[in-house]
């Protein structure tokens, strides 16, 4: 059976060019970047290369770009190690409460260690910005927002928050993780404003296992290590880099299309078609913004369980998911925070998209939605 691959939020397929560079890497570049000999020195090209890369396309300096295992260790390091070198015990941190669990359980952490974390619930659809400055303070170290909810696809007003920060005075740090936005929307730290942003490799045709964080180089002195070891990295991130990964991180930002009308004309297309075809049955409900991020389509049927239709999809070949793939199936408190009645919740599958993906992979997953709709049970 073909297999129709709808689920990109949580992991995109890794690009033939990507799995070339890796094998040449760990075939023929295969010494340790921090070694004085010729082989080191070849693999230290390859890691300022990459470097190189990743601060182009965000607009930064190749010395605010730090390498880390992926998203979640990115934005442990930006919350925490962020947080604790502004700030310290009954200092505010302030989030949304719609961040990903990376950030959202590394302010839990912060909140043990006595620091005031502040939850920000989305009104009328989004983080209002009325909202942060009603909660910024004079001590507040840490402000971490998402650029794009990985489970609606809802872009969150990052830039305004910085423009905030900037004519309050503030002294916070500004954090943004860019997971889902980076490649597919114009992310620049110059628009956005922020200190610090994060990126994952895997969710742009890389391997999983490699991600990036860019620190401000005005903001690395308050900084702090996470993780201890030798001085790879300023010590920021110490521990030997990975290079296969990094390298193919670099080839995937490489191949990425030009210009954002191109990153976005294709998947915004089969976004389009999908809420058209959807819209034919009366039972479906999109949770997605029409403002949101092209490649996330939330939608809901109000009367079938999300893991009874993912279920059924899957057995047609097609791969969605019920929510965000670090929730393993449990009930989404995200999208209870942006207002969605239980039985909307019960009900939601994520439909994400890529540029692998065809009109005819759309067709055939409304085709087997309406299937869906006149087959399973229902429980309203």
């Known amino acids: 059976m073909d297999v129709i691959y709808l689920d990109n939020a949580a992991t995109t397929r890794v690009s033939e060019g990507c799995a070339r560079v890796a094998v040449r890497v760990m075939t023929e570049v295969w010494g340790n970047p921090s070694s004085r000999h010729r082989m080191g020195m070849d ?29 979640t260790e990115a ?5 925490l190690g962020g947080a604790r070198g502004r700030g310290r015990a009954g200092w505010r941190v302030i989030i949304s409460s719609v961040e990903h669990p990376s950030v959202d359980q590394a302010a839990a952490q912060l909140e043990a260690e006595g620091f005031e974390v502040v939850r920000i619930a989305p009104r009328d659809g989004n983080i209002q910005i009325d909202d942060v400055a009603a909660v910024l303070t004079d001590n507040t170290a840490l402000v971490s927002m998402m650029l794009v909810n990985n489970e609606i696809g809802t872009i969150l007003p990052v830039a305004q928050v910085a423009r905030l920060l900037r004519r309050k005075k503030s002294r916070a740090l500004l954090h943004c993780d860019a997971v889902q936005g980076f490649g597919r929307l114009p992310v620049s730290v110059t628009a956005l404003g922020c200190d610090m942003l994060t990126l994952s490799g895997h969710k742009i045709h890389a391997p999983k296992g490699v991600g990036a964080l860019y620190c401000r180089k005005e903001a690395q002195r308050s900084l702090r290590a996470i993780l201890y070891g030798g001085s790879q990295q300023e010590k920021y991130r110490p521990g030997t880099e990975p290079l296969p990964n990094i390298a193919a991180l670099d080839q995937a930002i490489r191949e990425l299309p030009r210009t954002p009308a191109q990153r976005t004309e294709k998947i915004a297309a089969l976004n389009t078609l999908a809420r058209q075809e959807l819209a034919k049955r009366s039972e479906i409900i999109i949770n997605s913004p029409e403002d949101g991020a092209p490649h996330i389509l939330s939608i809901a049927t109000g009367c079938i369980k999300s893991e009874t239709l993912l279920n059924f999809l ?22 209870s925070q942006f207002g969605l009645p239980d039985h909307i919740v019960d009900s939601t599958l994520r439909i994400s998209f890529s540029d692998d993906n065809t009109p ?18 229902r429980f309203r």
């Open 43 to 71: 693999a230290e090209d390859v890691l300022r290369d990459a470097r190189k890369t990743v601060a182009s396309e965000l607009g930064a300096r190749e010395d605010e770009i730090f390498f880390t295992s992926g998203g």
């Open 75 to 79: 934005n442990n390091l930006a919350v």
């Open 314 to 335: 899957s057995s047609k070949g097609i791969c969605v998911s019920s929510g965000s793939a670090c929730s393993k199936g449990k009930k989404s408190r995200v999208l």
């Open 360 to 377: 005819e992979d759309v067709l055939a997953l409304c085709a087997a939605l309406s299937e869906a709709l006149g087959t399973l049970a």
